[in-house]
């Protein structure tokens, strides 16, 4: 099961994830694109929503993480990782010689590789590399993931989260060797005509390749759609040719396995006895609305309603932590953050700490605010906070007065009812 620092993190890095993309897709070099969406994409893992605190911290660290993502140095390759108990000894590829398999796999073009002789920490069980290919009809990043999990083909290849993310589309496929086959066509959300198209590959055993595509750059669209089509990704991350990558990485530790999902009736039947699940928040949240609002919609899978109230509406989200040593350290180090521009602190008598922020698209972002958080940290490590934004779903945020303001939004995250 996992542990109270376990949720947090989840809750933690999905929170950031959107506000981190709108800031890095400023970025005017192509590699930072890449270390960007990485973040994005270990943050989009995590499914818990915490969009405020810790905003300043949590993105250089993300980023700073995303940093390790290109496994490949100048002169050579080789899986070498943490100190730990001798393996066999694993093949060795040269960087030239991975950029080379990279680009044979590819249609024809032309092709640069930003990260084959970038610096960073080498994960013993992936590899990967960004490159910019052109096909002659307009430049496209494009990104490589090649790796060994203990993941099951139901757990390594998923569909992302159409609540999290614009999607156009998601095809899912089992193949005859029971490996599974996603191809998942995104939109920008912040990019006009952005197009984010990624395909996985995951096998039985725990191999997995990973590509993805852009029409243009991330954060400059200079084409309809992405270079290559379905056929041409469903060839490139089934091609035999990985296999010779794969020789060189060290299998992950534990027997691939599936994905414990469990069944709406039984969820309902065994509630967490300490992270209230979505239902129990809602069932919590929409007795303390305003006298006048009205409940549009609610989606007890991300604890979120939809709200109107004096004729505005927004997409509220609330989230909840239980006690921990990880909340209580968060609650004492918080002094030591700066905070954002329009955050503000008020610490009570008891210690119990309440934040209210607004922000836009990046952790100083104020203009236009497209966020409106309240959080509520107690002396014994728990949290709740609620957030808001002018939309139907996690990303289609608009500007203006939302639904309901700060002081709104912190009289809900701060009745008595969440410690019951």
């Known amino acids: 099961m996992p542990s109270d620092d376990d949720a947090f993190a989840d809750a933690l890095t999905d929170g950031f994830a959107r506000a981190l993309r709108g800031a890095a897709e400023l970025a005017p070099e192509p590699v930072h694109h890449t270390l960007a969406a990485q973040a994005e994409q270990r943050g989009r893992r995590r499914r818990r929503n915490r969009r405020a605190a810790l905003a300043s911290g949590l993105a250089v660290l993300v980023l700073a993480g995303a940093g390790g993502f290109a496994a490949v140095r100048g002169g050579s390759f080789a899986a070498v990782g943490p100190a730990g108990p001798p393996g066999p000894a694993l093949p060795r590829m040269s960087a030239q010689e991975l950029t080379a398999l990279y680009t044979g796999l590819l249609p024809k073009g032309t092709v640069t590789d930003f990260t084959a002789s970038s610096m960073g920490k080498i994960d013993p069980h992936q590899t990967g590399s960004t490159l910019m290919f052109d096909d002659g009809a307009g430049a496209s990043i494009v990104m490589f993931t090649v790796e060994r999990t203990n993941l099951a083909p139901e757990a390594g290849a998923v569909c992302m989260d159409p609540f999290q993310t614009p999607q156009d589309s998601c095809d899912r496929k089992v193949r005859p060797d029971g490996s599974v086959l996603v191809i998942d066509k995104l939109r920008s959300e912040h990019t006009e005509n952005g197009r984010e198209w990624r395909v996985t590959w995951a096998a039985p055993d725990g191999r997995r390749v990973k590509f993805t595509e852009y029409n243009g750059q991330p954060a400059r669209a200079n084409r309809p759609n992405p270079p290559l089509d379905d056929a041409q ?49 809602l069932a919590k949240l929409v007795p303390l609305l305003p006298a006048g609002a009205e409940v549009k919609g609610q989606d007890p899978a991300h604890a979120a309603l939809t709200v109107s109230f004096q004729g505005r509406t927004s997409l509220l989200m609330v989230s909840a932590e239980p006690p921990s040593q990880r909340g209580r350290d968060e609650l004492a180090g918080m002094d030591g953050n700066p905070p954002t521009p329009l955050e503000v602190r008020e610490k009570r008598p008891d210690g119990t700490v309440v934040v209210t922020n607004r922000f836009g698209n990046g952790k100083t972002a104020t203009d236009p605010v497209l966020h409106w958080v309240a959080a509520v940290h107690y002396p014994d490590g728990s949290q709740v906070q609620i957030s808001e934004g002018n939309g139907e779903n996690a990303y289609t945020y608009r500007p203006g007065d939302p639904a309901l303001d700060t002081d709104r939004l912190k009289a809900l995250v701060t009745d008595p009812v969440w410690r019951r």
């Open 233 to 281: 990704l469903t060839a490139l991350v089934t091609d035999p040719a990985w296999d010779r990558v794969f020789a060189t990485l060290r299998p992950a530790d534990g027997a691939p396995r599936p994905a414990a999902v469990p069944t709406p009736a039984a969820s309902a039947a065994t509630p967490s006895a300490t992270v209230p699940t979505g239902p129990d928040l």
